[in-house]
T-cell receptor, first 118, second 114 residues
Framework: DSGVTQTPKHLITATGQRVTLRCSPR?????VYWYQQSLDQGLQFLIQ???????AKGNILERFSAQQFPDLHSELNLSSLELGDSALYFC?????????????????FGAGSRLTVL | AQKVTQAQTEISVVEKEDVTLDCVYE???????LFWYKQPPSGELVFLIR??????QNEISGRYSWNFQKSTSSFNFTITASQVVDSAVYFC???????????FGAGTRLFVKA
């Protein structure tokens, strides 16, 4: 058990729907990262939060949004779902990742949330 | 721009064989970090190693060893005397000092047959 908790583990929904994926970081970690893993795109960085603030953004679609709450858990909201959004969504956490971060952050990953859009 | 290339999509070996997983990276930064992560069939990515750009010393940890060569922008991973439990997808990753995001290569799927 890595200490990073993701729910739900599996989710099946229909096109056009909206879902929320939840992540609790490892105790003491202030940064949360979201990654999307699909067969054709590999592991893609979506977004990172540090202590409640957005810190870095990757290839995140406008239909997707995220936030990190005061208790440091994070949620990734996916709306107007399309078939191509079917993927494994990983959350990772690290102790650092703020403005003075050096980029040396070791990521601790959760088990992922598998989203299937039908 | 950051880029990580793992040209080997799949590798299949027989138990006890040595196997090397290749990783080539691109970055304009002089300070950066390289990582290897393992994704076993269970799905959760597990951290294996981190090297910074100023430390080109090779590292050995049990049956695992890593060869970092700045001259060829490579950070290769060798498993000696492979075991069935080594079967997994292995990802090489890169993070630049001024950016917090870590980008991953496409991964290499390793099959170790008994």
């Amino acid at each position: 058990d890595s200490g990073v908790t993701q729910t739900p583990k599996h989710l099946i929904t229909a096109t056009g729907q909206r879902v929320t994926l939840r992540c609790s970081p490892r105790s003491g970690d202030l940064s949360v990262y979201w990654y999307q893993q699909s067969l054709d795109q590999g592991l893609q960085f979506l977004i990172q939060y540090y202590n409640g603030e957005e810190r870095a953004k990757g290839n995140i679609l406008e239909r997707f949004s995220a936030q990190q709450f005061p208790d440091l858990h994070s949620e990734l909201n996916l709306s107007s779902l399309e078939l191509g959004d079917s993927a494994l969504y990983f959350c990772a956490s690290s102790a650092t990742g703020g403005r003075l971060s050096s980029g040396a952050n070791v990521l601790t990953f959760g088990a992922g949330s598998r989203l299937t859009v039908l | 721009a950051q880029k990580v290339t793992q040209a080997q999509t799949e590798i299949s070996v027989v138990e006890k064989e040595d196997v090397t997983l290749d990783c080539v990276y691109e970055t304009r930064d002089t300070t950066y970090y390289l990582f290897w992560y393992k994704q076993p069939p269970s799905g959760e990515l597990v951290f294996l190693i981190r090297r910074n750009s100023f430390d080109e010393q090779n590292e050995i940890s049990g049956r695992y060893s890593w060869n970092f060569q700045k001259s060829t922008s490579s950070f290769n991973f060798t498993i000696t005397a492979s075991q069935v439990v080594d079967s997994a997808v292995y990802f090489c990753a890169l993070s630049e000092a001024v950016k917090v995001k870590t980008i991953f290569g496409a991964g290499t799927r390793l099959f170790v047959k008994a």
